[in-house]
T-cell receptor
Framework: AQKITQTQPGMFVQEKEAVTLDCTYD???????LFWYKQPSSGEMIFLIY??????QNATEGRYSLNFQKARKSANLVISASQLGDSAMYFC?????????????FGKGTRLHILP | KAGVTQTPRYLIKTRGQQVTLSCSPI?????VSWYQQTPGQGLQFLFE???????NKGNFPGRFSGRQFSNSRSEMNVSTLELGDSALYLC???????????????FGPGTRLTVL
């Protein structure tokens, strides 16, 4: 079974609008961490934001915020005031605490297109 | 501080050949993970090395191997290349391994391998 599901293969959004990228996850481990990465066409993965399973508040980093709904196992990324430079692939990922190693499981990604 | 570097950036090989990819982590980072990215399978974990020891291995055939040196630099080797090995190979480094769920992995630009 997929551990990370991103249901939107692609999205088109008008510049300056907010955008929500969906992510659901599946784990039986009570301790886990959720990540969002951005991958521009250059290929390099850029870390955006992190949310721990025990964090009380939703994570925010500048224009990025994570809408964490633990009961629904949902960790959507919200980008406010989108910019042309936000056009890229976005990956939701998870690290399970029981692993005690650095392995991260990635979703299939969402390709975001920002329209001028 | 220099980021994660990977060499070479691009590689073209033919079926049956072998290839070695190199990854230099951020100075002071002791954990190096390797991922394979393909359009069909997405990002898949290959293996992780920490202090010259393989900590975890993904579900890949034995043709895929790796090692880490005392200076934390890592190499991965693919023997008897197949067409399906064409992919972007990403290396990521982190300061520790599995010590903290929030431990961020810093990714290199990747090596794009094409097998003809």
């Amino acid at each position: 079974a997929q551990k990370i599901t991103q249901t939107q293969p692609g999205m088109f959004v008008q510049e300056k609008e907010a955008v929500t990228l969906d992510c659901t996850y599946d784990t039986s481990d009570p301790s886990y961490g959720l990540f969002w990465y951005k991958q521009p066409s250059s290929g390099e993965m850029i870390f955006l934001i992190y949310q721990g399973s025990y964090d009380q508040q939703n994570a925010t980093e500048g224009r990025y915020s994570l809408n964490f709904q633990k009961a629904r196992k949902s960790a959507n990324l919200v980008i406010s005031a989108s910019q042309l430079g936000d056009s890229a692939m976005y990956f939701c990922a998870m690290r399970e605490g029981i692993r005690r190693d650095d392995k991260i499981i990635f979703g299939k990604g969402t390709r975001l297109h920002i329209l001028p | 501080k220099a980021g994660v570097t990977q060499t070479p950036r691009y590689l073209i090989k033919t079926r049956g050949q072998q290839v070695t990819l190199s990854c230099s982590p951020i100075s002071g980072h002791r954990s190096v993970s390797w991922y394979q990215q393909t359009p069909g399978q997405g990002l898949q974990f290959l293996f992780e090395y920490f202090s010259e020891t393989q900590r975890n291995k993904g579900n890949f055939p034995g043709r895929f191997s790796g090692r880490q040196f005392s200076n934390s630099r890592s190499e991965m080797n693919v023997s008897t290349l197949e067409l399906g090995d064409s992919a972007l190979y990403l290396c990521a480094s982190s300061l520790t391994s599995g010590r903290a769920l929030s431990s961020e992995q810093f990714f290199g630009p990747g090596t794009r391998l094409t097998v003809l």
